[in-house]
């Protein structure tokens, strides 16, 4: 009688290693998970946190008037009129005394803070909803103002003047808001009347 075909011996592939490795591999991702978590709720990740909030808020269906002393009542419609043949006003003009306050329309991180172009002194703020506010022909900024400030609705940002193109012209703050598709009128929101400035406790 002949032997039987020589058959290896099922081998049993050992898992240990590989289930050790997985283990591992899900502690690490826990404790960096528990890490991150720690951390995002630390006070130094207060700015990174309230940055984020703001990016999650939808766009404001009411501003506040920026302008100290002005009511949207007495704010012209400007918003697309012709400024030359290759412009349109990308926003309204808010007139009031030189040196009046400028405070911002909506919460926000501010994002710019210069003296160039057409806008002369100017402040830009990201606000809810990341559209962008343009506060500009400031006669000055606000003192210790800084790129990088977070901002609530009423906090100042500078004063009424004259910069850039306005030279020349009654001061006024040149107020603009940009979503992601362009500029749109603010004057419908500020009519609606972000319920901060002045009321504010
Ligand atoms: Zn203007």
Not at 39 to 65: E, G, N, T, V
Not at 150 to 161: E, F, I, N, S
Not at 170 to 177: I, T
Request: charged share 15%; hydrophobic share 40%; proline share 10%.
């Amino acid at each position: 009688m002949s032997s039987p075909p020589h058959t290896p011996a099922r081998t049993r592939r050992d898992y240990a290693p590989q289930l050790r490795r997985i283990l591992r591999v899900v502690c690490v991702a826990a404790v960096l998970a528990a890490a991150g978590h720690w951390a995002w709720h630390q006070p130094f990740m207060a700015k990174p946190r309230a940055i984020s909030a703001l990016a999650a808020m939808p766009a404001p269906d009411a501003l506040a008037m920026p302008v100290d002393g002005v009511h949207a009542r007495q704010v012209a419609d400007s918003f697309g009129a012709s400024r030359g043949s290759d412009r349109s006003h990308e926003g309204v003009d808010i007139f009031a005394p030189r040196g009046t306050t400028v405070r911002s329309a909506t919460p926000g991180l501010v994002v710019a803070i210069r003296d160039s172009g057409l806008g002369g002194r100017q402040v830009w703020v990201m606000g809810p909803g990341r559209q962008r506010h343009y506060y500009a022909h400031l006669d000055d900024w606000a003192p210790l103002l800084q790129v990088g400030d977070l901002v609530q609705a009423g906090d100042p940002l500078g004063t009424v003047g004259t910069t850039g193109n306005a030279r020349g012209t009654p001061p006024h703050l040149h107020y603009g808001v940009y979503a992601s598709d362009g500029a749109f009128d603010p004057l419908p929101l500020l009519h609606a009347g972000y319920p901060a400035t002045g009321d504010r406790p």
